[in-house]
């Protein structure tokens, strides 16, 4: 780190993790880096939505998988808001597919939870500077994989089925016809050549498509 970046306002930083222990250990650790400030804490994806407008931070730090919103979900909605921070996803996933999802949603970081702590230090810095800060073993996967088939719709359909739920089930809460949510269940299951809704969503998730 260069005298420049100790002497400069630390970066504002909010975490959005709904794991408890992880998301305070994640908080300790980046709150001894002088130039890094952890203002606020989420536990969902909803709540950190509400924390980034009303602490506007530098940088969000989330899961992908959370409650109420996901980290892409919440990285889309953050990327159309007025404050506009950068994201970065800190995710067990490893899978092309949710690289590429979350670049599509506007992050500027993806790194991978069993990594030293220094980087993700170090990735805030870079981030913050405007620059990315993704692993690149898994960005080359990424843009070398297949790709993703689904629309957003699939994907709100496909996990719902993937959950167990009915199509009525899906068509109400999607505000949408039975018929509908019928047609697109075909064509998921088309697309990814699966043998029924169970086994489209499985090999979505299993590609990070869902």
Do not use: C
Request: no cysteine.
């Amino acid at each position: 780190m260069t005298a420049a970046q100790r002497s400069s306002t630390p970066i504002r930083v909010l975490l959005a993790e709904d794991q408890t222990m992880l998301r305070g250990a994640l908080a300790a650790l980046l709150d001894l880096e002088p130039d890094i400030n952890v203002i606020a804490q989420a536990a969902n994806g909803r709540e950190a939505f509400r924390l980034a407008r009303l602490h506007a931070p530098d940088i969000v730090i989330t899961d992908i998988e959370m409650p109420d919103r996901s980290g892409l979900e919440l990285a889309d909605d953050l990327k159309q808001s007025a404050s506009s921070p950068r994201v970065i996803i800190l995710t067990t996933f490893a899978r092309p597919g949710y690289l590429r999802r979350a670049l599509d949603a506007g992050a500027r970081g993806y790194l991978l939870k069993d990594r030293p702590a220094s980087e993700l230090a170090e990735a805030v810095r870079r981030v913050h500077a405007g620059l990315r800060a993704i692993d690149p073993d898994l960005a080359a996967e990424a843009w070398s994989g297949d790709e993703d088939p689904l629309s957003d719709r699939h994907r709100q359909i496909l996990h719902r089925a993937g959950e167990g739920r009915s199509t009525s089930e899906i068509a109400t809460e999607l505000h949408l016809s039975d018929g509908t949510v019928r047609n697109y269940l075909s064509e998921a299951i088309a697309k990814l050549g699966a043998a029924n809704r169970i086994d489209a969503a499985r090999i979505a998730r299993s590609r990070g498509w869902l």
